[in-house]
């Protein structure tokens, strides 16, 4: 069945360092991919988004990455700062599904 | 202020109880959606609603309802049904339903049985 999985279930980084959040999907029909961010106890936060038409997507201080061959997304922060500690979520979309498919997320944590 | 409202933030329900859980938007989006994240996962899709009276089951509708009356509500019923409804609950839209379209999110309403 569909899935949107990821590698690392948690990834701890030093602040100024930047960070590397990877996703793999299983629907070679994606075509729409979102990044979200999410703190405890509130609702996910659109950082970035790409169409499957592009294959990089830049936007401030974040870069998505999206490889259809592998079926590999990834979110790059760049100079990871303490604000940046929460659980990151890849979703995507396709044709022919109204709603957004969600990975299992990734923490991420901020060491000063 | 534009956004999507959930109420309440914390809801306490007896085993066995219906409850509902309100969802209001002020974007004037088309399509509005329920998800449901347990500790430690991702948001399961639940109901999902593209125009006003339309809605239709997501990926674990058992044990839910939800009714889109107005285009700004989308309120969801946690049924006895629902074995296992401990979670937190959350509400989003978007300008339209279907691919490429971005879902914003609300702040979630945890609701636990007691």
């Known amino acids: 069945g569909e899935s949107v999985g990821l590698h690392l279930p948690t990834l701890s980084v030093q602040e100024g360092d930047n960070s590397i959040i990877n996703c793999a999907y299983s629907?070679?029909?994606?075509?729409?991919f979102i990044w979200y961010k999410q703190e405890s106890g509130k609702g996910p936060q659109f950082i970035i988004d790409?169409?499957?038409?592009?294959d990089k997507r830049q936007g401030q201080r974040v870069t998505v990455l999206l490889n259809k061959t592998v079926k590999h997304l990834s979110l790059q922060i760049a100079a990871t700062q303490p604000g940046d500690s929460a659980v990151y979520f890849c979703?995507?979309?396709?044709?022919?599904?109204?709603?957004?498919?969600f990975g299992s997320g990734t923490r991420l944590q901020v060491q000063p | 202020d534009g956004g999507i409202t959930q109420s309440p933030k914390y809801l306490f329900r007896k085993e066995g109880q219906n409850v509902t859980l309100s969802c209001e938007q002020n974007?004037?989006?088309?399509?509005m959606y329920w998800y449901r994240q347990d500790p430690g996962q991702g948001l399961r899709l639940i109901y999902y609603?593209?125009?006003?009276?339309?809605?239709q089951k997501g990926d674990i509708a058992e044990g839910y309802s939800v009714s889109r009356e107005k285009k700004e509500s989308f309120p969801l019923t946690v049924t006895s049904a629902q074995k296992n409804p401990t979670a937190f609950y959350l509400c989003?839209?978007?300008?339209?339903?279907?691919?490429?379209?971005?879902?914003?999110f609300g702040q979630g309403t945890r609701l636990t049985v007691v």
């Open positions: 974007l004037n989006h088309d399509a």
């Open positions: 609603s593209q125009i006003v009276n339309d809605f």
């Open positions: 989003a839209s978007s300008i339209a339903g279907g691919p490429n379209t971005e879902a914003f």
């Open positions: 629907n070679s029909a994606s075509d729409y």
């Open positions: 790409i169409r499957s038409n592009m």
């Open positions: 979703a995507e979309n396709h044709s022919g599904r109204r709603a957004l498919t």
